[in-house]
C-alpha cells in the first residue's frame, strides 16, 4: 500500500494534509501522519473482513470515555469533512476498508520507557482506574464477545496445555488453571462493565525524557475491549507490569494504589488479582505455543514467551502475603476482621494483664535509632560482645526501659537483613514491635487468654533464642497473634503448641545473651494481624520502604501493654521539615546534592545511613579519607578532648610529631609546615607566601580551578568568578586553557601536547609583565577536578614550572584532591608529573572530616615570610587537629589503604572502560587510583550535562553517592574514602551498567 494513496485520503476526507510513515499492526494498516502545523494524527485502515461493529465500538468508546473524564490521556477520534466518525474507503486493491482518525498521543510506549519507577506505575494504575470509571454505562452489542483474550474465559488452556512439551512447565500451567477454575464462581458473581482489556505495555505512552518526570500520556488500542469484572482489567495490566522487573511485589502495590485512588476496589476484588495475573500470563504462553506450531518458522512467537515464563518459574511471591500487600496499599484491611480487631483493642485498652508484672506507663523510653544510638560500631557487624551490651546506657539498677516501635535501627547487622546482593541494598532496619529490657530471668504473663501457635528455641547467631507465638480471638471469633522473643528457653519443658495460656499466667522469663540468641536481656513484643505468609518466621524489622504494609499486618502492640500509642511509637525527624528548616535559615546558594535530598545520620567507613536506616554506598566524598567513623579517630579525638586544646603559641609533642610525619612523605628540599583550619586558608597563605618571597602580585592559573572560598582563594578560582553573577577576573590573574588531551587544544594523539600546553604560559607570564605585575607564581590542582577530572599529559607540569621560575615566580602544587596516597601509585600528584614545587597544600582529606589544612614549603620561602609580623591561626595547629592530622596519616600506613586505592582503582577503571566501549554516551574514561572521572557525552560528542545529571540522580536512587564536574557539568566523579571494597566497585559497575542502558532506552 502506497503512502501516496492514503495521504490522498487523509486530506480528500478529513482535510489534513500531511505527511504519512508506517506503524506496525499485526492485522491493519497503521499510519502516523504529521501536518505541517505540528498536529499529528494516527490514520487506521482496517483489515478488509473487519466487522463494523468491532470499529464501531471503539469509536464510540473513545468518545465516552472523552464525554466521562476529558483529563484522561486517551486518544480522541478526529471527524471526517461529512461528519462521520468512520468511513468506508476503497485501497489500492479496490477492497473497502473501515477507515478512521484518532489524535496522535505523544511519548513512548510504556515498554521502551525508563525507569519504570513506582510513581509512574502508580499513575499507570490511576489511568487504567480513570478509563475503567469512565466505561462504567458504557453499551454496546459488541461486548458480549467470545475470544479468547476475554480473561474470564481463561479455563479454555485446560484442554490445550499438552501442546507444552515441558512437564515441569505443563504442571506450573495446570496449577494455574486450577487457581483460576477455584475462582471462577467468584469472579462470575462480580459486576460486569465495559473494560479496556488489554492494557499492555505497548498500549501506555510515556512522556518524559532523562531528566524530567515520567507521565503517563496515553492509553490507546481499544481493540480487545469485552465486558468483564474491571478486576480482570487490571490483572492484565499486572501482568505486563511485573515482567522482569526487578521488585515485583512492590510494582504491583504502585499499581493498585493507584488503580483504587481513581476507582476504589473492594478487598474481595483485590484478593483475585493474583491468580488471574498468572491466568492471564497462562493463556499468553499457551496461545504462543499453539501460534509456534502453526507458524514454526517465526521466531518471535517464542521468544516473546521468555518474559512471561521467567516470572512465572522464578517468581516466589506468597499469595497470602500479597494479598495483604496489596491490601495494605489501598488501605484496606489486610486481611478479613483485621479493622474489627483493632476496634477490639482500643475498645479494651487497660484492661489488660501487665506483661511485665506491672504497670508500664511510666517506665521510661530508651531510643536505639539511627539518630539518636551508636549503636552498632560497625553497622555490617554486630559482635556479639556489643548485642549482650546493647542500650546499657538506659540501664537503672535493673528498672524497665522500653524501647519503640517504628524505631529504625542499625543493630540489624547481618547479611539475612539485606534484601540485595551489596551492603547498599535495601535492608530491614524498622522494629514492628514493643521490646522491655529487664534483668535475665523477669517473669511475663500472658496479657489475654492465647493459645500456644510456637514454642521453640532458635539458638541462631543473634536469633530469638526462646520464642513463643501465641493465637488469640477477639469475642467475635476474629484471630490475631503475639509473639514473645528472646526467652529463656526453660518453657519448653512446660509448653507446647495447642496448649491454652490464660490470661495473667506467668508462662515466661527473659532469657539471659547466651540463652536469648545473644542481646541484652529484654523481650521483643510483636502484634500480627495474620501468619499468612510469615508463618511461625516473623520478620522483627521491616525494610523503611515497605512500612505502608508491616504497619498494617503488624501494628503498634501499645493497646495491649495498656500504653498509648504514641508513647511507643518511634517518629524520625521529618526530613521535609529539616529540609524547610534549611532553607529558611541558610542561604540560597548553600546547595544541596540531588534533586530529591539525601539526610544522612551515620556513617562507617564507604557506607552512609539516612534517619531509616538505609544504606547509601559514598562513592563521592573524598573527605573521610580513611574512611566515615573511623575507631581510631574516634579514640583520638575523646583521647585528647580528655585533656586539653590549645594552639601553636604553646609547646606540645603532637605540632612537631604531625610535622615529621608529613615531611617523611615530601621531598627533601620541604622543611617547613604551616597548620591552618582548611584548605583555602592554606591556599589563601600559599598566596602571601609567594608575594613575600617574589615581591611580585601576579599569579598564574589553569582555568575552571577551585582553590577556595576566602576573597584571594576566590580570585584564583575560575570555578567561581567566572560564573554568572561571579567577579569576574581581577587584573593581576591570568588563566591559561586546562590541560585536558580528550577535549582541549592538544589532544592524545599528539606526542607534544604537555609541552603545547604548558606553552600557553608564555603569553599569560608576558601579560601579568606588560602590566606591571610580575609573576608571584602558578597555582593548580594537581589533576583539575572541578575541571573535570583531568589527568595532565606526564611532563606539563615539569614545563610550565620552568617558565614560572625563569619569570621569577614559585610554583604551588594544591593537593587538596589527590594528595595522601588517592592516586595508588603515587602519594602526590605532583609525582606523577616529575615535578618539583615550590608549595604544596593539603586540605580536607588530611583531618577526615576535621577542619584541617597543612601547607609545605621550603626554609627559604618560609624565611621571606618571616617579616616580624606573627603568623597565627588558632585551630589550625591546635594539639587536637595536630593528633588527628598524624592520625589520619598513620592510619593510611597502617592499613595499606594507597595500596587499596591502587587495587580497587585498577578495578573500577577497568571496569568504567569496559561500560564505555558498550556505551557511546561515554566519551571519555580518565583518572587513577580512587581518583576518576566519566565524560559523559552527545552523539554528536559535545558534552551531555542532562545525561550527566540523569545518570548522578539514578545512581542516588539505587543508594550509590557520586559527584559531577567540569564546565558543562557533564562528568561523573568517582572519589570514594580510599576504604572501598571489591564487593564495592562490582554494585558501582553494576549499576552504572543499568542506568547508562536507561539513557539508550530514552
Known sequence: MTLAH??????????????????????????????????GYILKAMRPSCAHWLVDMQVKAFAHIAARQPDLPCPRVITATDGANLVTLADEDGQDRLVWVLSRLPGRCYAKAEPKSDVLIHEVGAVLGGTA???????????????????????????????????????????????????????????????????????????????????????????????????????????????????????????????HAANPLTAAELDMLWPLLRARLAVSVVNSTLMAAENPDDPYVTISQAPAWRFLEGCNLHPGLLRARLRAACGLPVVDGADRVMAWLQENRGSFAPLMGQDLNDAPMGALSVEESTWPQNPFDMPLNEAARVGEEYEDQGRIWLGYYHEPRLIYAEPAFR??????????????????????????????????????????????????????????????????????????????????????????????????????????????????????????????????????????????????????????????????????????????????????LRGWKHHLFDEWGRPYLDAYNNVPHVGHAHPRIQAVAADQLKRMNSNTRYLHPAQTAFAEKILSKMPDHFEVCFFVNSGTEANELALRLARAHTGAKGMVTPDHGYHGNTTGAIDLSAYKFNKPGGSGKVDWVELVEVA???????????????????????????????????????????????????????????????????????????????????????????????????????????????????????????????????????????????????????????????????????????????????????????????????????????????????????????????????????????????????????MILATLGKILREVEAA
Open 419 to 600: 534484601k540485595g546482593p551489596w551492603k547498599a541494598s535495601n535492608r530491614r532496619t524498622v522494629h514492628l514491635a514493643v521490646d522491655a529490657f529487664a534483668p535475665a530471668g523477669t517473669p511475663m504473663y500472658a496479657p489475654l487468654r492465647g493459645e500456644v501457635f510456637v514454642a521453640e528455641n532458635r539458638s541462631g547467631h543473634l536469633d530469638y533464642g526462646g520464642v513463643i507465638i501465641l493465637r488469640h480471638e477477639t469475642p467475635a471469633g476474629d484471630p490475631f497473634y503475639t509473639l514473645y522473643g528472646h526467652l529463656d528457653p526453660e518453657f519448653l519443658d512446660r509448653l507446647k503448641p495447642g496448649d491454652v495460656v490464660e490470661q495473667g499466667a506467668e508462662f515466661c522469663r527473659l532469657g539471659a545473651p547466651e540463652q536469648n540468641g545473644g542481646w541484652a536481656p529484654h523481650v521483643h513484643f510483636q502484634l500480627a494481624l495474620s501468619t499468612d505468609g510469615i508463618e511461625a518466621d516473623w520478620p522483627g524489622v521491616g525494610d523503611p520502604d515497605e512500612m505502608y504494609l508491616w504497619r498494617a499486618l503488624c501494628p503498634n502492640p501499645a493497646a495491649l501493654l495498656n500504653l498509648p500509642d504514641d508513647k511507643v511509637c518511634y517518629a524520625p525527624t521529618d526530613k521535609s521539615a529539616v529540609l524547610q528548616g534549611r532553607k529558611a535559615h541558610f542561604g540560597g546558594n548553600l546547595s544541596l546534592t540531588y534533586n530529591d535530598p539525601v539526610m544522612l
Open 133 to 259: 470509571a469512565a466505561l462504567a454505562d458504557f453499551q454496546h452489542p459488541g461486548l458480549d464477545r467470545d475470544f479468547k483474550w476475554d480473561l474470564m474465559q481463561a479455563g479454555w488452556i485446560s484442554d490445550q496445555l499438552d501442546c507444552i512439551a515441558d512437564p515441569a512447565r505443563r504442571a506450573l500451567l495446570e496449577e494455574i488453571a486450577g487457581d483460576f477454575a477455584k475462582l471462577e464462581p467468584d469472579l462470575a458473581a462480580l459486576p460486569k462493565q465495559a473494560i479496556h482489556n488489554d492494557a499492555n505495555d505497548y498500549n501506555i505512552m510515556v512522556t518524559g525524557h532523562l531528566t524530567e518526570p515520567r507521565h503517563v500520556s496515553g492509553l490507546i488500542d481499544l481493540g480487545d475491549m469485552c465486558a468483564a469484572p474491571r478486576i480482570c482489567d487490571l490483572a492484565i495490566a499486572a501482568a505486563y507490569i511485573v515482567l522482569d522487573h526487578p521488585e515485583p511485589e512492590a510494582a504491583l502495590a504502585a499499581l493498585v494504589a493507584g488503580y
Open 6 to 39: 492514503w495521504a490522498d485520503a487523509l486530506e480528500r476526507h478529513w482535510g489534513i494534509k500531511a505527511e504519512l510513515s508506517r506503524l506496525d499492526g499485526e492485522y491493519d494498516l497503521n499510519f502516523l501522519a504529521e501536518a505541517a502545523d505540528g498536529q
Open 740 to 986: 585536558d588531551d580528550y577535549r582541549g587544544s592538544f589532544r592524545r594523539d599528539d606526542p607534544d601536547r604537555a609541552q603545547k600546553f604548558a606553552d600557553l604560559v608564555d603569553p599569560a607570564i608576558r601579560a601579568l609583565q606588560d602590566r606591571g605585575h610580575g609573576i608571584a607564581g602558578f597555582i593548580a590542582e594537581t589533576f583539575p577536578s572541578v575541571g573535570g577530572q583531568i589527568i595532565p599529559p606526564k611532563g606539563y607540569l615539569p614545563a610550565v614550572y620552568e617558565k614560572i621560575r625563569a619569570a621569577g615566580g614559585v610554583c604551588i602544587a594544591d593537593e587538596v584532591q589527590t594528595g595522601l596516597g588517592r592516586l595508588g601509585d603515587y602519594y602526590f600528584g605532583f609525582e606523577h608529573q616529575g615535578a618539583l614545587p615550590d608549595i604544596v597544600v593539603m586540605g580536607k582529606p588530611i583531618g577526615n572530616g576535621h577542619p584541617l589544612g597543612v601547607l609545605v614549603t621550603t626554609r627559604e620561602i618560609a624565611a621571606s615570610f618571616d617579616n616580624g609580623i606573627e603568623f597565627f591561626s588558632t585551630f589550625g595547629g591546635s594539639t587536637l587537629s595536630c593528633r588527628m592530622g598524624k592520625e589520619v596519616l598513620d592510619i593510611v600506613d597502617d592499613e595499606g589503604l594507597q595500596d587499596n586505592a591502587k587495587a580497587m582503582g585498577a578495578l573500577l577503571l577497568d571496569g568504567l572502560k569496559q561500560l564505555q566501549a558498550a556505551h557511546p554516551c561515554v566519551g571519555d574514561v580518565r583518572g587513577m587510583g580512587l581518583f576518576l572521572g566519566l565524560e559523559l557525552i552527545r552523539p554528536d560528542g559535545s558534552e551531555a550535562t542532562e545525561i550527566c545529571s540523569y545518570v548522578k540522580n539514578r545512581m542516588r536512587d539505587h543508594r550509590i553517592l557520586i559527584g559531577s564536574e567540569g564546565p558543562k557539568d557533564n562528568i561523573l566523579k568517582i572519589r570514594p574514602p580510599l576504604t572501598i571494597e571489591a564487593e564495592d566497585v562490582q
